[in-house]
């Protein structure tokens, strides 16, 4: 099997991954060919990363994309700062939402907030 975390190959009884650390939890992971397999998106928790992208770039100045990805402090930010000032300073979330979301895009940002890798 190979390591959530890391991709590393693991024993199959092994309980830790010995490259990061990792505990090796059978049950959640995931099945490719019969092989385990860190990166198929039909797992549950994946997030897409076009899904994420056109989120950052279309409502980035509400933080959506963020929400999505889990880092809830960054979306509260960016939600703040565009209800607190009354939308004056929108364009800054939007900007800085524009360039997250082409950072996503691009593969810049590959992660969520779990660490686990965007799907395609």
């Known amino acids: 099997m190979y390591c959530k975390y890391c991709g590393k190959y693991v024993d199959d009884s092994a309980n830790f991954c ?3 650390g990792g505990v090796m939890e059978p049950d ?8 385990y397999d860190q990166y198929n998106p039909a797992q549950a928790g994946y997030k897409s ?6 989120l950052g770039i279309v409502l980035g100045a ?3 994309h963020n929400f999505y990805l889990g880092y ?3 979306a509260i930010a960016q939600l703040l ?3 607190l ?4 300073l929108s364009v800054v ?6 360039i997250e979301g082409i950072m996503i895009l691009t593969g810049s940002i590959n992660t969520d907030a779990d660490g686990n890798p965007l799907s395609q």
Do not use: P, Y
Not at 93 to 98: A, D, H, I, P, R
């Open 93 to 98: 979330s939007w900007v800085w939402g524009l």
């Open 28 to 35: 959640r992971a995931v099945m490719q060919n019969n092989q």
């Open 72 to 74: 809830n402090g960054r």
């Open 18 to 20: 010995d490259s990061c």
């Open 85 to 88: 000032s009354c939308g004056f």
């Open 81 to 83: 700062i565009t209800l």
């Open 62 to 64: 509400l933080g959506i």
């Open 49 to 54: 990363k076009v899904a994420a992208g056109v």
